[in-house]
């Protein structure tokens, strides 16, 4: 009888390290890209500072505007064009400054807030130049006295009062309404190049009826009716376009009053900055 012949170990490594190995690779790219995800990069940081330093005014030594002195007509547009213009000039700049050290600039997180707050600042400049540009559109369209002008570091308001635009408990559009949307829509058209968000806002006397249970319907309603009005009588993208409805969560005056909860019924439009 021939005698069976004994199994013979395969030849190389054994089965598992090829495993092992695998698992060990793996954990070496998990850690390389937590790695390169913590990791700041300040030579990004510096070319960016030193592009603004010499080309935007927020810094010292900047230019008055961007480009050699061009002006802004709609009061957003030089931070509308921020990132091209950055990107445009941003090697001529570090090209002008090539033999300066880089160390030079602080990336520490105090520099950055410093970075934040000067372009917080320029928004809030620009915004101040788009609402008082829209106020004098307001008062040549002889709406001036119907519809408020505010403004912040990330938006300019439009606010008119709620029984300019309904009639009590009611989300439909008076015909004087109307003639006013159509003369702030005119006005959107050629200075809402950001994101316009509506918002509807009531007083705190509730309201309960078949077709409005809450002021939180009540208030979406008439952002709604706002929002369908601009759509269909101007060229505003509606993908440009928001609403929402507050009731009677954010106050602007004391609702113990009839004058308090008369300036609390409002439609708010806000126009913010694109740059943000």
């Known amino acids: 009888m021939a005698k069976r012949q004994e199994d013979t170990p395969p030849a190389g490594s054994p089965a598992w390290m090829s495993t092992f190995s695998d698992l060990m ?12 995800m913590s990791t700041l990069e300040e030579s990004k940081l510096h070319e960016l500072v030193a592009a603004m330093n010499n080309t935007v005014s927020i810094f010292d030594g900047g ?12 009061g957003v547009s030089q931070l509308n064009e921020l990132d091209e213009y950055i990107n445009s000039t941003g090697k001529t700049a570090t ?15 105090e520099a950055v807030r410093e970075l934040l707050e000067k372009i917080e600042e320029a928004q809030l400049q620009a ?6 540009n829209m106020a004098e559109a307001l008062q040549e369209s002889s709406i001036s006295d119907q519809v408020d002008v505010s403004f912040t570091a990330q938006y300019v308001q439009l606010t008119m009062n709620g029984a300019l635009l ?3 408990g009611s989300a439909e559009l008076k015909a004087e309404a109307e003639q006013i ?14 994101t316009i968000e509506i918002e509807g806002h009531t007083d705190n006397v509730p309201i309960s ?12 309603a008439r952002a709604l009716s706002v929002f369908y009005y601009l759509t269909d009588q101007t060229l505003l993208d509606p993908q ?11 106050p602007i005056a004391d609702n113990s009053t009839a004058e308090g909860r008369s300036r609390n019924r409002r439609v708010e439009i806000r126009i913010y900055n694109s740059a943000r």
């Open 25 to 36: 690779n793996l954990l070496l790219c998990f850690f390389v890209m937590l790695f390169a």
């Open 63 to 74: 230019a008055n505007a961007i480009g050699d002195g061009m002006m802004i007509s709609n």
């Open 95 to 109: 090209s002008e400054n090539e033999g300066e050290d880089m160390q030079d600039y602080d990336a520490s997180p």
């Open 127 to 132: 915004n101040e130049e788009l609402s008082e």
């Open 166 to 168: 309904f009639d009590s």
């Open 181 to 194: 949307l159509q003369k702030v829509g005119d006005i959107l058209q050629y200075y809402g190049t950001g």
């Open 209 to 220: 009826s078949s077709q409005y249970p809450s002021n939180e319907e009540l208030s979406s």
């Open 240 to 250: 440009n376009l928001r609403h929402a409805g507050m009731g009677e969560r954010v």
